[in-house]
């Protein structure tokens, strides 16, 4: 299971911290992808850890600005969000993937077993 917190509101410019805590599998051999949905939108690949936490992948739009982390002994996974925008406004879901995924697949909603509830993010002009 996969449980996201920390959303809320925030103005323009703030930050917030995602926190999504894992539980019922072996974390240390899973990537995990952070996503997000905003109304009417499909649902976008936003960051991605590797298992070993050595390879991070973003999406062009957050590049800069968000940053991935994970604490395996905490079996924890982290999106620190800065500069935020109110584009940036939506659910954010955090999955796991057995093995690691490569290049551009980490973006791919079906490459992930495991889904998290979400947590929404708004983000105030």
């Known amino acids: 299971q996969l449980q996201a917190s920390g959303g809320g509101l925030v103005q323009s410019g703030g930050s917030l911290r995602l926190s999504c805590a894992t539980s019922?599998?072996?974390?240390?051999?899973?990537?995990i992808g952070w996503f997000r949905q905003a109304p009417g939108k499909e649902r976008e690949g936003v960051s991605y850890i590797s298992s070993s936490g050595g390879s991070t992948y973003y999406g062009d739009s957050v590049k800069g600005r968000f940053i991935i982390s994970r604490d395996n002994v905490k079996k924890t996974l982290y999106l620190q969000m800065n500069s935020l925008k109110p584009e940036d406004t939506a659910v954010y879901y955090c999955?796991?993937?057995?093995?690691?995924?490569?290049?551009?697949?980490?973006?791919?909603?079906?490459?992930?077993?495991?889904w998290g509830q979400g947590t929404l993010v708004t983000v105030s002009s």
């Open positions: 019922g599998f072996i974390l240390n051999y899973h990537g």
């Open positions: 999955a796991a993937v057995r093995g690691d995924l490569y290049g551009s697949t980490w973006t791919r909603t079906g490459e992930y077993t495991y």
